[in-house]
């Protein structure tokens, strides 16, 4: 499919020289949807780690795009805990919720090409007429000629059959036919928030950066974010996609499997544990230390490429 501007297609793996000719800039990203847990701990402690490793940049991005799901109160808790931790980030915090003319404006650019056009089905319309997907049902097309007459809910972009592929910095290659794994995926929700998709595109591009490292569990979103970026003419960061945390049962750390809270009070001995999950061996000692201590430790001695790849229990 042809994108806004020509970009080059194919396995989009960036050479390392391409990537040290441009400053680092780093993110972490959490949906202020609850408070942080060992598992949102792992994203903000590799991505925080890999920036400094890089002498780059790290920002802090609050997603809330889902407005319905996320407060404010979220959002100062998370900061405040993440300060307790000894984290700094790099300018000011961004909110989703206040940048919906960016998404917007990304939307139109779609629609103005004919890459995105309104559809008017249900879910249940959907669920009905469709094959099984990687995420649910495959939508099946119905809207992409025209509506015919029905009233527009939701904003699709349109994808092809081409796989999609990226090389991981820790996963390695990771390939999507999207078509067939996914559909024409909604970009503008019915309700009419944006898509969590349409938003990370636009914000990583908008604020440059480079280099994505975040839980594997978001590995799947990763082809329908490239694909977005190259409709839009927009750079691909470098993606590195962390070992997800899952407690006894198996299941990913997170509100809904009832992860427990980080407590403001126990940071020490919780970094510590979250050092050795991303392969570190630090001294139990080292668990006396204040936060900003343990983390200035382990950004020297920091080694993406000792990063273990698979999941692991949490054991905080
Ligand atoms: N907001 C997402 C989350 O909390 C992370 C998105 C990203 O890092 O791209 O799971």
Redesign the pocket.
């Known amino acids: 499919m042809a994108g806004l501007e020509a970009r080059p297609r194919g396995c989009g793996k960036q050479s390392g020289s391409q990537l040290s000719q441009q400053p680092y800039i780093g993110?972490?990203?959490?949906?202020p949807t609850g408070p942080l847990h060992f598992g949102?701990l792992i994203?903000a402690l590799g991505s925080y780690l890999d920036a400094h490793t890089h002498r780059g940049r790290w920002l802090l991005r609050m997603?809330d795009v889902d407005e319905p799901r996320c407060s404010q109160a979220h959002a100062d808790e998370i900061l405040r805990v993440l300060d307790a931790y000894g984290f700094e980030w790099d300018g000011e915090v961004i909110y989703q919720s206040r940048r919906k003319a960016l998404y917007q404006a990304a939307l139109e650019r779609l629609a103005d090409a004919g890459l995105a056009y309104p559809c008017a089905c249900s879910r249940r319309e959907i669920a009905d007429s469709s094959i099984a997907g990687i995420e649910g049902p495959v939508y099946p097309g119905t809207c992409r000629d025209g509506l015919a007459g029905r009233a527009p809910r939701a904003w699709r972009v349109k994808v092809d059959s081409q796989p999609v592929c990226f090389e991981d910095r820790l996963q390695g290659k990771h390939c999507q036919n999207l078509e067939t794994d996914i559909g024409d995926f909604v970009i503008r929700r019915a309700d009419g928030l944006f898509a969590?998709q349409l938003a990370?595109v636009a914000d990583d591009h908008e604020q440059g950066v480079t280099h994505?490292v975040?839980?594997a569990?978001?590995l799947a979103?990763t082809p329908r974010q490239i694909h977005l970026q190259r409709l839009l003419g927009y750079a691909m960061p470098a993606y590195l996609h962390l070992p997800v945390a899952v407690n006894a049962a198996g299941q990913k750390l997170s509100k809904q499997t009832l992860a427990a809270p980080l407590e403001a009070n126990q940071t020490g001995p919780v970094l510590v544990a979250a050092l050795r999950f991303l392969g570190l061996q630090p001294e139990s000692a080292l668990a006396h230390a204040k936060g900003a201590e343990i983390l200035a430790w382990a950004s020297e001695v920091f080694l993406p490429a000792a990063l273990p790849r698979n999941q692991a229990t949490a054991s905080a």
């Not at 993110?27 to 949906?31: G, L």
């Open positions: 993110r972490f990203a959490p949906s949102s994203a997603e969590y990370v994505v975040r839980g569990d978001l979103s």
